[in-house]
Each structure stands twice: as C-alpha cells, then as structure tokens.
C-alpha cells in the first residue's frame, strides 16, 4: 500500500463548486504540505502544517484552505473554484529530524474547473 | 530572479548516453540539495539528496554541487528507457526544528529513445 493516498485521483468541476482533496498518510510523519504543480511553473506551496494545532500559508494560499483533522490527515478546499485553479495537485509529508527534512509526495489529485 | 533556475528541455538521449540535468540558484544560504524524479502521472520521488559541495554518487546517478558557482548537476551514467521522467532539482537552507522552505526547480523532462 502507498504511504501517501491522496482522492480523488481526477476530478472535473464547475466554475463556483466546493471541492474537497484530502490526503492520508500511513508514514507516521508530523509535517504535511499542500502544493499545486502547473506546466513551466513547477510545485508551489498551498498550505503546510508541521503538526494537528499548526497550520501555515504557502506562497499561493489565496482561494484555498486546510483543515488538519489528524496527525494522518489533511485536506484541502477549494471553497468557490475558478478555472486558474485547474492543476495538478500534490500532498507531501516529512518527518522533522530536528536538522532538515525530506518531503514525500503522493501520486497527485488532477483537478479541472469548468 | 526566480530562486532556482532549471533548463525545462525536453531532453532527448539515446540509451546508453550520459546525460547531464543542472540547476543554478541564488540564495547562498542553500545548504540542502535534493534531485527528485517524476514519472508521467505520478508523484516526485526522491532520488539523491547532499548537504556539500562535491560529489556524490548512487549507482548510476552522481549528483554535484558547486557552491561557489550556485551550480547543481545531477548525471546519468548508462542511461536507460526507464530513467524517462521529469528531474526536478530542489534545494532548501537548513533551520532545524523550525523547519525547510523547499524551492523548486520546474523539472527537465528527459525521454530516453532505446
């Protein structure tokens, strides 16, 4: 099984919908991120939590929000999509080790908004 | 200037060549060096990570990093159909328990024609 889930895998919606993503880890990891993958712009951060009572803006929050439900878990909304907002969408966890960290993607939740 | 600049490509070798992927960046305070690679439809996976400058080598793979010239490169010795992906560099300072801010290059895809 993966150590990072993310569903829906696909999703197409309409222009002023709620949209949910959410994210599961088995990894035991205290640090999840959000980030959103466009063509010639590469991964930009949404949102990132380094524990359940901790939650930070990413360089692109706008539009968006997180909810941390679990030390396994986070999701994000989208609470009125937009067509900018169709991407490629990315959940990463790491563990802090107290020097650095490294970050571990799931297989990506493919958004499209009509 | 954007953080860290990667050549997007495409790339495309025959199998058997050496290839070479670089970035250069900005921020000397980068400390952290990371290569991830993303197959088509997936999530990026770590592939080599260093804290210094030199080289540092995995199999088929050797990751370099210049700090003096803020010049990343990673090689691929004996290149192989299934090192076709997308390499994304990505690099971060080091701040401990406070945590990474991880800066991403776009990615180069490179395709590896048998």
């Known amino acids: 099984d993966a150590d990072v889930t993310q569903t829906p895998r696909n999703r197409i919606t309409k222009t002023g919908k709620r949209i949910m993503l959410e994210c599961s880890q088995t990894?035991?990891?205290?640090?999840m991120y959000w980030y959103r993958q466009d063509p010639g712009l590469g991964l930009r951060l949404i949102y990132y939590s380094f524990d359940v009572k901790d939650i930070n803006k990413g360089e692109i929050s706008d539009g968006y929000s997180v909810s941390r439900q679990a030390q396994a878990k986070f999701s994000l909304s989208l609470e009125s999509a937009i067509p900018n907002q169709t991407a490629l969408y990315f959940c990463a966890t790491s563990r802090s080790t107290g020097f650095t960290d490294t970050q571990y993607f799931g297989p990506g939740t493919r958004l499209t908004v009509l | 200037q954007k953080e860290v600049e990667q050549d997007p490509g495409p790339l495309s070798v025959p199998e058997g060549a050496i290839v070479s992927l670089n970035c250069t960046y900005s921020?000397?305070?980068?400390?952290?060096f990371m290569w991830y690679r993303q197959y088509s439809r997936k999530g990026p996976e770590l592939l080599m990570y260093?804290?210094?400058?030199g080289n540092k080598e995995d199999g088929r793979f050797t990751a370099q990093v210049d700090k003096s010239s803020k010049y990343i490169s990673l090689f691929i010795r004996d290149s192989q159909p299934s090192d076709s992906a997308t390499y994304l560099c990505?690099?971060?300072?080091?701040?401990?328990?406070?945590?990474?801010?991880?800066?991403f290059g776009t990615g180069t895809s490179l395709t590896v024609i048998p």
């Open positions: 260093t804290y210094s400058s």
């Open positions: 990505v690099m971060s300072e080091v701040r401990g328990n406070t945590g990474n801010q991880f800066y």
């Open positions: 990894k035991g990891h205290d640090r």
């Open positions: 921020n000397s305070a980068f400390q952290y």
